[in-house]
């Protein structure tokens, strides 16, 4: 079993940039970043397998980067370029694996984290 604690999560004006952390107690072969706003579905919108392989949304394509440090099981997403609409809670999830551009797509996380709030003011 993996427990991961997001952090990083806080209040900042549109345009400014934030990184979130993910602290994974074990190691995952497949990791992400979802999000999910008041009265709207969970969006996945970033993810990254142990092949170095990233996928994210359109909705955040060019301004959200995904990594890992592996020495630390730490998984990061710098957001740059904040937008209102990014207003979210923001969960950090793990495993199974998801080796193909495919299985990132269909990707349907085991683990969860407890979340961070971030809050996009304009």
């Known amino acids: 079993q993996v427990q991961l604690v997001e952090s990083g999560g806080g209040s900042v004006q549109a345009g400014g940039s934030l990184r979130l952390s993910c602290a994974a107690s074990g190691y995952s072969a497949c990791m992400g970043w979802f999000r999910q706003a008041p009265g709207k579905e969970c969006e996945k919108i970033a993810v990254?397998?142990?092949?170095?392989?990233?996928k994210y949304a359109d909705s955040v394509k060019a301004r959200f980067t995904i990594s890992k440090v592996n020495a630390n099981n730490t998984l990061y997403l710098q957001m740059n370029n904040l937008r209102p609409e990014d207003t979210a809670m923001y969960y950090c999830?793990?495993?199974?694996?998801?080796?193909?551009?495919?299985?990132?797509?269909?990707?349907?996380?085991?683990?969860w984290g407890q979340g961070t709030q971030l809050t996009v003011s304009s």
């Open positions: 999830a793990a495993d199974p694996a998801c080796l193909t551009s495919y299985a990132m797509e269909i990707w349907s996380p085991t683990y």
């Open positions: 990254l397998n142990n092949r170095g392989m990233t």
